[in-house]
């Protein structure tokens, strides 16, 4: 059945899918029943705005995404709270770094509170979707594709706009126990004028042979040292990075070759309103492993949408292994962890009005 919001076109599906229960969730695996997409092309801008059953999509072997990767995506989740509402945590600071990404990769800046007003609608349609139990979420990927059909090196005139749903629990096998990283020296990611601060495929694509080799290894992830030197902390493949020496909070500063991670800012402001020192600055691996030895690194740990926080108990750096904190979760890892989550299902009130209730 079609109906009309506004300018908005929803078509429902006739053909429900069973809904996952929480214990088979694992991370990306389901989607829910319905999309949104909608089109851009220089005579009508961004238009044809639509949710409609999840489907396979109709592409041309020429498309440019497929050839040039000029494409960009985000993920940001809502939650459903212990009061039975569903929230969404920083959405627009998410839709903002979402532009930003289309903006480095040529891609035409779209109208941020109407694609809320959307991204709203596509849940509540979908509402059924999130799962109600702590610890899980909905997970949100909007994302852009190029969909001119030309080789040839040039940006898109037309693009494809899509959000999908996908019910989720823990990024990590490791759930919210410490993980073990992989101090990668040999391949980069990203450098200094590059995309590093842009969530487009190429920033991942890059980060994939050395993250195969580290799990490979029996590591979680990758730790990445700058290009350049390769002597500098910078960030994790899936996550902003932390490291707490005697009590100082630091963090790899936002120079472009890093993703400005929303949940990594979250993090320093409520460190900064608690009186916790906080140090965005540069800090080399030397660094790190002088502050283990001297017995002056507390903790490390990591923070992203998809794991909050990820507490870290091992670094692996030229052979030698640092056991971080006993290998337990560190008392600030839990403390961030536990008041950001409890923001995300209305345990508690947020002083910082980063939480919206979505009303039907």
């Not at 990769?105 to 702590?134: C, H």
């Not at 601060?197 to 694509?205: E, G």
Request: proline share 5%.
């Amino acid at each position: 059945m079609e109906t009309k919001i506004k300018n908005l076109t929803i078509i429902r599906t006739s053909n429900p899918k069973r809904i996952p229960q929480a214990n088979e969730l694992g991370f990306g695996k389901f989607f829910s029943d319905h999309m949104f997409t909608m089109d851009y092309d220089p005579e009508h801008g961004w238009h044809n705005p639509t949710i409609l059953p999840y489907d396979s999509l109709p592409i041309e072997p020429g498309n440019i995404t497929f050839h040039y990767g000029q494409t960009v995506f985000d993920g940001l989740k809502c939650y459903y709270g212990v009061d039975g509402k569903i929230r969404f945590f920083r959405v627009r600071d998410y839709l903002k770094r979402f532009n930003n990404s289309a903006r480095l990769m040529v891609i035409p800046q779209f109208n941020e509170e109407e694609l809320l007003e959307y991204l709203t609608e596509l849940i509540l349609i979908d509402k059924d979707w999130v799962p109600k139990e702590l610890g899980t979420s909905l997970y949100i990927r909007p994302l852009i594709i190029a969909m001119d059909n030309a080789l040839g090196v040039r940006s898109s005139y037309t693009y494809k706009m899509f959000i999908l749903l996908s019910p989720v629990g823990s990024y990590y096998a490791e759930g919210f126990n410490p993980v073990k990283i992989l101090v990668e020296e040999t391949y980069s990611r990203t450098a200094p004028g590059g995309l590093g601060s842009c969530k487009t495929a190429a920033n991942y694509a890059a980060s994939l042979f050395g993250a195969e080799l580290a799990k490979k290894k029996g590591f979680t992830q990758v730790l990445w040292l700058d290009a350049c030197q390769k002597k500098y902390v910078e960030e994790v493949g899936t996550m902003n990075i932390f490291f707490r020496i005697d009590d100082d909070l630091i963090t790899p500063p936002l120079e472009g070759t890093i993703l400005p991670g929303v949940t990594r800012d979250t993090v320093i402001k409520i460190a900064k309103r608690d009186n916790i020192h906080v140090c965005e600055r540069k800090i080399s691996i030397d660094e790190v492993i002088q502050a283990y030895k001297d017995g002056r690194l507390k903790e490390v740990f990591g923070s992203g949408t998809a794991a909050v926080i990820s507490p870290v108990g091992l670094l692996s750096y030229r052979g030698n292994e640092l056991i971080i904190n006993d290998f337990k979760v560190g008392e600030w890892s839990q403390y961030f962890y536990d008041l950001i989550t409890s923001w995300y299902y209305g345990q508690a009130e947020d002083p910082f009005g980063w939480t919206t209730i979505i009303k039907d």
